[in-house]
């Protein structure tokens, strides 16, 4: 964080009354907000000796743009953690990150019980939040082998995994996205995704703050307030999970609503061309549909130029530097139009996962590439279509089902805004397809959908066996879809429901 502090420094010093940040306790200047940034160095300086190593509770507000600020000008390293953590969760994190500060507001220091472990300093600072550290000499940043800043990642299975990026790999995943979108300094950009991820701390917080621009705050998700604030507040830009934004289309008077954006940029889940070209057309809008993870930010991208049936159809192309590349079961490079296994490389790639206070090295090919995990096609125009996940199927009576072909074929159904297929367990079958369906006609149901799907001439083994209309879908912290949720509440439902299925 240091680059960004050392930028912020001087905008604060040329340009004290310009807005940084409006959140919920108001507008905050850049004045303001570089003097909390300074006050808080010299806090933690205070209580610790060298560099530090800080976890923050990221909150969606001015404190943890502070927060950052002050670790870039303590030359330390930044994690951000989730106010939602639980005792188990921050112990992880302890254990992976080993950190010599936490910063959190009393509520999660109450719940997380540092003081039993080793975290003894303690002082008030941020108009009431805590700052506590384990006095002493620190490790220094060395040992984080040029990174900057921690996220855990979110809706995986097993023990979270805290990526690493380094300020360089933020650095160019933010500017790639303000060339291709086409933002100026002083443009408002939304951060409504948590600021524990990676993607929100990259694209939320870092972005607004190099551009120049401000960072417009949302301290936890409600479509209807985020749109209300993005009219009252004339935002520009804003990064969202496609969960989070097909929502706006749901909230009463949201016609036009997002006229003021050049544009939103939408990656992090599956995604349908007709329900975010719907969407768009009601919102005012362009949507650009783009392909990253944690490990390698925002990594793709179309540009508002670009017509709908690339920029909803397709997943964007390489930023400049990335180089992106589909292999056989081999290993081997597919030609252009081949499906296979996404492999990525180039400058926004992590450092490494964190363990015992220091980075992993990813697992990467002999050639320098990341294995993503997707499936994906190359395309003639140099676009890349994502297909979905290599082991997202469902098995029914020994015939693998792929769940994004069943979600399409759903997804195009009319009134339908967001569906996920899961599968619901059969004593016979083994799994069938069930579709949770957030739809505008509440009368919408098994019957009316394979009705519409057999019009389509969609193939039968397309077809859910299952219906079940829900008022959302179930998210995860950072407003991903929380796919093992949406198990469990079809299960629930196929159970109440008295289907047959799950007896």
């Given at each position: 964080m240091r680059l960004l502090a050392q930028e912020f420094e001087a905008r604060a010093a040329d340009r004290p009354w310009e807005e940084a940040v409006i959140d919920a306790d108001g507008t905050?200047?850049?004045?303001?907000?570089?003097?909390?940034?300074?006050?808080?160095?010299h806090t933690i300086g205070g209580l610790v000796d060298g560099a530090p190593t800080v976890v923050v509770q990221a909150d969606n507000s001015w404190r943890t743009l502070v927060t950052a600020l002050a670790v870039g000008r303590l030359g330390g390293f930044v994690t951000v953690l989730s106010g939602h953590a639980t005792e188990q969760e921050i112990d992880l994190a302890l254990e992976d990150v080993e950190p010599e500060v936490v910063l959190a507001s009393p509520h999660a220091l109450g719940t997380w019980r540092l003081a039993s472990k080793g975290f003894t300093a303690e002082v008030t600072v941020l108009d009431g939040w805590t700052v506590v550290a384990r006095p002493g000499t620190t490790r220094g940043v060395e040992r984080w082998n040029g990174g900057a800043a921690i996220a855990m990642t979110s809706g995986s299975t097993g023990r979270p995994k805290c990526v690493v990026q380094s300020e360089e790999a933020i650095r160019f995943a933010g500017q790639a996205t303000i060339t291709a979108v086409g933002l100026e300094p002083g443009d408002r950009v939304g951060a409504f995704v948590p600021l524990s991820s990676v993607a929100a701390f990259c694209f939320g917080l870092y972005l607004p703050a190099m551009l120049g621009g401000v960072m417009v705050c949302l301290p936890r998700w409600?479509?209807?307030?985020?749109?209300?604030?993005?009219?009252e507040r004339q935002v520009r830009w804003t990064m969202l999970v496609p969960t989070m934004a097909l929502q706006f289309a749901l909230v009463d008077d949201a016609e036009g609503g997002l006229a003021s954006m050049r544009a939103m940029t939408v990656g992090g889940g599956p995604m349908d061309?007709?329900?975010?070209?719907?969407?768009?057309?009601?919102?005012?809008?362009?949507i650009l549909r783009v392909f990253g993870m944690s490990e390698c930010l925002g990594h793709t991208t179309p540009l508002p130029s670009d017509p709908p049936e690339i920029r909803l159809g397709r997943d964007g192309r390489p930023f400049p530097g990335i180089e992106v590349r589909v292999v056989g079961e081999d290993g081997a490079p597919l030609p252009v139009g081949a499906l296979g296994r996404a492999q990525v490389k180039g400058p926004s790639l992590f450092t490494g996962y964190a363990r015992g206070g220091a980075p992993t090295p990813p697992d990467l090919?002999?050639?320098?590439?990341?294995?993503?995990?997707?499936?994906?096609?190359?395309?003639?125009d140099g676009t890349i279509s994502i297909t979905g996940r290599e082991k997202q199927?469902?098995?029914?009576?020994?015939?693998?089902?792929?769940?994004?072909?069943v979600e399409a074929a759903v997804a195009a159904v009319p009134d339908v805004v967001q569906v996920c297929v899961v599968p619901?367990?059969?004593?016979?079958?083994?799994?069938?397809?069930?579709?949770?369906?957030?739809?505008?006609?509440?009368g919408l149901d098994l019957a009316r959908v394979k009705a519409q799907l057999a019009q389509d001439g969609v193939p039968k083994h397309q077809w859910p066996e299952f219906v079940f209309a829900v008022p959302s879908l179930p998210q995860n912290r950072v407003g991903k879809l929380a796919r093992n949720d949406a198990i469990r509440l079809a299960e629930d439902l196929a159970r109440t429901s008295g289907s047959t299925a799950l007896n």
């Open positions: 905050h200047s850049t004045g303001a907000i570089w003097s909390a940034a300074v006050e808080l160095a409600d479509p209807a307030q985020a749109l209300a604030l993005i009219r061309a007709g329900a975010l070209g719907r969407a768009e057309q009601l919102l005012g809008t362009k090919t002999p050639d320098g590439y990341l294995v993503t995990g997707d499936l994906a096609r190359l395309n003639e199927i469902i098995i029914r009576g020994g015939r693998n089902i792929d769940v994004n072909e619901v367990p059969d004593e016979i079958l083994g799994e069938r397809a069930a579709a949770l369906v957030v739809s505008t006609d509440p």
